[in-house]
């Protein structure tokens, strides 16, 4: 490690606090005049989709999330008036919440909140929850899958401050979501078991017209806020969908925004050197051979961002995991991430990081502020912060010398303004990287075929069911009737006797198992 490699390769900015450390990523000193032609492409990318250029050919929208915390940048007055107008009512509506002016139908405030939501509609309002909601006005809880059980723990837990003072959120971009509806039907049904209007506790955020959109105005839902089509999932943490919960929290979202709004400011400067995205997007390339060679573990330094690897996840790998570029050549790309926190990573995985397969370069992210108020001394004269900061650097270091890239983004605490930073420094970071490498980052192509084999899937499993009878069956009969796959069919069976709808009897083989009424 060297003092001057560190002073060289450094981007900050220090009016916001922000520093990004690249000098133990080994970039090669050719790499960027090689990229140049791509890197000026990446800006000039940067600039149509800024200026509402960039549609996506499949789905005939605009991509624009970066309007959202700037909405002069708007292409035109119906796109500002569609971000000024619901931030707004959003901030009103939830007013109305804090004192009661929307209050529960049975009396008295909403004391928490129910999100249902998955993807983009979940990720990004549970980082900002875990990241910066812990005095929060109204508790967070959430439905983020179709799995009845853990519906059933998340309902039990709400139950002990009663159903009757949760406000339910019910949050899809595109209203059609099988997850999001099933989670939705099944918070209708425990609401109507206890005797209470589902309606009348219920906040939709959609596309306007989307069947979620039509289902609330028909049931009647307390307020519905409009989510635009130039908004994609997994960037969407900054329109209604994460700051319509996050305003119930009684979170900043104006400082969340502005802290978005300040890192845009930055990484819309064409100098690459000092543009903090672009240099984290030339060293993913130089990482992964521009091909996702390699792995990106994040290891935030603070337990409050532990969800951010988790929101990156949607954000790079669903952007980025492409299987043709821009021109239709295959090109299989993408770059995988995963990580927790640090230290407790130290005592999980990072064994393997220092010693293991070198297949991965990690990303610290440091909070330099311990905490607010006074620390105990641990040891004569260290705090707990002191470790904290101690096992960020030793691990950096030990990873070094082992020969594995890392590199550092420092921040002086987790606030809402910073945690806007972060988010609007790996969106453009993930733009840039997109136009280096060639790939539309704003479409997910992928995502469609297992949802439509899962819905075929669900066919075949309705078929079985009518094919079940008083007598035994293998699923190989029971395939050949309803002419499906006998191992799906088999699949099928295996469900509805864990259910309680059929009885097993096994056999030597799946193929002799025989399943009756
Ligand atoms: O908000 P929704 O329309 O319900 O979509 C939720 C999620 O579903 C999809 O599978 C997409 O791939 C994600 O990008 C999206 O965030």
Same mark, same amino acid.
């Given at each position: 490690m060297s003092w001057q490699s560190y002073n060289q390769s450094l981007v900050r900015y220090p009016q916001h606090g922000f520093s990004l450390d690249l000098s133990l990523m080994d970039i090669a000193p050719g790499l960027v005049a090689s990229l140049q032609p791509k890197i000026d492409k990446a800006f000039t990318d940067m600039a149509a989709l800024e200026a509402g250029q960039i549609v996506n050919p499949d789905e005939g929208r605009m991509v624009g999330h970066y309007w959202l915390r700037n909405a002069a940048l708007a292409p035109n007055e119906e796109v500002r008036r569609s971000i000024t107008e619901p931030l707004e009512n959003l901030k009103r509506f939830a007013e109305k919440v804090h004192t009661g002016a929307v209050s529960s139908p049975t009396g008295g405030n909403f004391q928490q909140v129910l999100l249902i939501g998955i993807g983009g509609s979940a990720l990004g309002p549970q980082l900002v929850t875990e990241a910066i909601g812990q005095n929060a006005r109204l508790a967070l809880h959430f439905f983020d899958n179709t799995d009845p059980a853990g519906m059933d723990t998340v309902i039990a837990r709400l139950s002990h401050t009663g159903l009757d003072k949760t406000l339910v959120l019910v949050i899809s971009k595109s209203g059609g979501t099988a997850e999001t509806r099933n989670g939705m039907l099944e918070a209708k049904a425990a609401y109507e078991a206890a005797g209470l209007d589902f309606g009348r506790h219920a906040v939709a955020v959609t596309g306007t017209g989307s069947k979620l959109d039509q289902y609330a105005a028909q049931q009647n839902f307390i307020a519905r806020f409009p989510m635009e089509d130039w908004v994609g999932g997994r960037t969407s943490v900054l329109s209604t969908v994460g700051l319509v919960p996050a305003a119930l929290q009684g979170l900043d979202i104006d400082a969340l925004l502005a802290g978005a709004a300040a890192m845009d400011v930055e990484t819309r400067k064409t100098e690459a050197a000092k543009n903090a995205s672009m240099q984290l997007a030339i060293a993913w390339y130089s990482a992964t051979n521009g091909k996702g060679e390699k792995d990106m573990v994040v290891l935030p330094y603070k337990d409050s961002l532990v969800l951010f690897s988790k929101y990156l996840q949607q954000l790079v790998m669903e952007s980025l995991g492409k299987e043709l570029d821009l021109d239709g050549n295959p090109v299989n790309q993408g770059i995988a991430v995963y990580g927790n926190k640090g230290s407790t990573d130290q005592h999980a995985y990072v064994q393997q990081l220092r010693d293991g397969v070198n297949n991965f370069f990690a990303t610290f992210i440091e909070? =330099?502020?311990? =905490?607010s108020g006074n620390s105990i001394e641990v040891d004569p004269g260290t705090t707990t912060a002191d470790y904290l900061q101690g096992f960020l650097r030793g691990t950096r270091k030990a990873l070094h010398e082992s020969g594995r890239k890392s590199l550092t983004i420092s921040i002086p605490e987790v606030t809402p303004f910073q945690l806007g930073l972060l988010i609007a420094l790996f969106e453009r970071t993930v733009s840039f990287y997109a136009s280096l490498v060639n790939i539309n980052a704003y479409h997910q192509p992928g995502v469609e075929a297992g949802k439509k084999a899962a819905g075929a899937f669900i066919d075949t499993l309705n078929k079985v069911r009518g094919h079940i009878t008083s007598w035994a069956k293998t699923a190989g009969e029971i395939a050949t009737e309803i002419d499906a796959d006998p191992e799906d069919v088999y699949h099928c069976l295996t469900h509805l006797s864990a259910n309680g709808e059929v009885q097993i009897s096994i056999g030597a083989t799946p193929a002799d198992d025989s399943f009756q009424i």
């Open positions: 909070v =330099r502020k311990g =905490r």
